[in-house]
């Protein structure tokens, strides 16, 4: 493996573990047993390296959130492959959203980086939404359906801070994506609804 990828493997594992902010790139050097004079020439610095994790985290989920499927074409079990995929992807990078706040106030860059991701994620799920109500198995209205959407991006964004307060042994992604089809649940037809609900009995 490259020292630039040993260097972005080591420094994603510190700040699942500790936290962006409780983990110097002095400690990032030592725990690769290089010299900081290395880490440097790699990296200039630790915003540097939070700049191209997040870049790495947006660029592993573009093919989620800018999917080509046909819209119209949209069955639960789509959402259900989403969700799964981005709350993988999402517990990965899990120190993004353990802090997100205080991560975008903090750093101009990574909020320009994760502000067009947000609103992708909302465009993508909001997609679904609609698709699943063309096809009748969703059945809210448009102001219903913009609560919903709204509930579901708070979730997928704020989930893991949540977990990490109250219930900080517990952050299998698989929790996350119950959290979400738990919110779509009440407004699917029957055979929606018992699909879901299947499912979660499954993800429990």
Not at 6 to 11: E, G, H, K, S, V
Not at 125 to 147: F, I, K, T, W, Y
């Amino acid at each position: 493996m490259k020292t630039r990828d040993r260097i972005l493997l080591c420094t994603l594992e510190l700040f699942n573990e500790h936290g962006e902010s409780n983990v110097t790139t002095l400690e990032i050097a030592n725990e690769l047993e290089i010299s900081p004079g290395n880490l440097y020439y790699h990296f200039k610095g630790k915003e540097a390296l939070l700049d191209a994790l997040v870049d790495d985290f947006v660029l592993s989920t573009r093919s989620l959130l800018l999917s080509d499927d046909n819209p119209d074409d949209v069955e639960p079990e789509d959402l259900w492959l989403l969700l799964h995929l981005l709350f993988e992807a999402i517990a990965t990078h899990r120190f993004l959203f353990q802090d997100l706040s205080n991560l975008m106030s903090r750093y101009p860059a990574l909020r320009q980086q994760m502000q067009p991701w947000i609103t992708a994620l909302r465009q993508r799920l909001e997609q679904v939404l609609q698709a699943l109500h063309a096809s009748e198995h969703l059945h809210a209205d448009d102001g219903e359906r913009n609560r919903l959407l709204d509930a579901l991006c708070q979730t997928c964004l704020f989930w893991l801070d949540y977990q990490r307060v109250c219930h900080p042994n517990d952050l299998d992604p698989a929790s996350g994506v119950q959290q979400m089809l738990g919110l779509l649940q009440p407004w699917l037809d029957a055979e929606g609804r018992d699909w879901v609900q299947g499912l979660i009995a499954r993800y429990g």
